[in-house]
């Protein structure tokens, strides 16, 4: 098979897995709105009678099953029905929460990459003690949670009053958000920029260039980190992902209007297709982000592609 097949057919299955990824969280984010102890009208209802208008006038008094064939249908035109919360359509809330989010996942990568892979590339080939304190500072990031390092942050900021502690509105509101996911990310990427920087260091090739009197320098960025970009370049889908994603805790302790603010409030109000629009954009940022990852993964190293063409 010519090397274009085998990229074209690796591609068509990976956007195939994506979709299918896209579907299920979908569909089972509004099963689990479906099934959890009560609902939005039974929130908003005084009385019994009060709760059966409310639901009839939702449609919350029919079958799942006819419900969610409807909301299948509608949903193929990328229309995600009205929020019972914000009464307002399901795409335009989510769409501003995904742009939110964007914006903060955007940052938390472009500084988690500038820190952890310089920071795993130095513990990877140096054996000092620098390099040593290098590698516990990130296993104490990477056994922190982002909640807490969002409340550390938060108490930081609250106690010096240098950046604002909530919302959104300038560049400074950025700063604690940010911080907060970047930090696991970057300690993350630098125990694997390490192991792949090791293993790298190790190779005939490296090896040779050293022979040849290459400087130590250029013999560690122009032959060991290139050579250690493939089993990197596999995790970012991920990272990508779990960003997008999974920053509910982060935003909802920030108040960062994004997804995962959003995510909670609906979840908390039962507000099932709004809890379904959510996961929807949270599954394809994570779907986009895997498949990015996969395309420039196949790039980097080619036999990713024949292997998957097999």
């Known amino acids: 098979m010519a090397p274009k097949d085998r990229l074209v057919r690796f591609l068509l299955r990976r956007g195939a897995a994506a979709l ?9 984010a509004l099963l689990l709105a479906q099934l959890a102890p009560g609902d939005f009208a039974s929130q ?4 019994p009678a009060e709760i059966a208008a409310e639901r009839a006038r939702l449609g919350l008094d029919r079958p799942f099953l006819e419900r969610y064939a409807e909301w299948l249908r509608r949903s193929a035109t990328l229309d995600l029905g009205e929020s019972f919360q914000y009464q307002r359509p399901v795409t335009e809330l989510v769409g501003a929460a995904a742009r939110n989010t964007a914006l903060l996942a955007s940052c938390a990568l472009v500084l988690a990459t500038l820190l952890g892979i310089p920071w795993g590339v130095i513990t990877g080939t140096q054996r000092g003690l620098a390099a ?4 516990a500072m990130s296993l104490l990031l990477l056994s922190v949670p982002p909640l807490i390092s ?3 942050l938060l108490t930081v900021a609250a106690r010096t009053g240098w950046l604002p502690v909530s919302g959104m509105g300038t560049v400074r509101h950025l700063i604690v958000p940010t911080l907060a996911l970047a930090l696991p990310i970057a300690a993350l990427l630098e125990r694997f920029q390490s192991s792949a920087m090791a293993d790298s260091m190790s190779r005939p090739s490296t090896s040779a260039a050293r022979a040849r009197g290459v400087p130590e320098a250029r013999v560690i ?4 980190w290139r050579q250690s970009l493939a089993p990197v370049l596999g995790i970012y889908g991920v990272v990508v992902g779990s960003l997008f994603s999974g920053s509910f805790a982060v935003e909802s302790v920030t108040s960062w209007p994004g997804l995962g603010a959003l995510m909670l409030q609906a979840l908390m ?3 099932m297709y709004l809890v379904a629009g959510c996961a929807a954009a949270g599954s394809a940022f994570l779907a986009a982000g895997i498949l990015a990852a996969d395309v420039v993964h196949a790039v980097a ?3 990713v592609t024949l292997e998957d063409a097999r």
């Open 150 to 152: 969002s409340l550390v």
């Open 44 to 47: 908003i209802g005084r009385t």
């Open 132 to 135: 040593a304190a290098l590698r």
């Open 301 to 303: 190293d080619p036999r």
């Open 269 to 271: 109000s039962r507000d």
């Open 221 to 224: 960025w122009r032959h060991g």
């Open 20 to 28: 299918i990824l896209v579907f299920a969280v979908t569909s089972g």
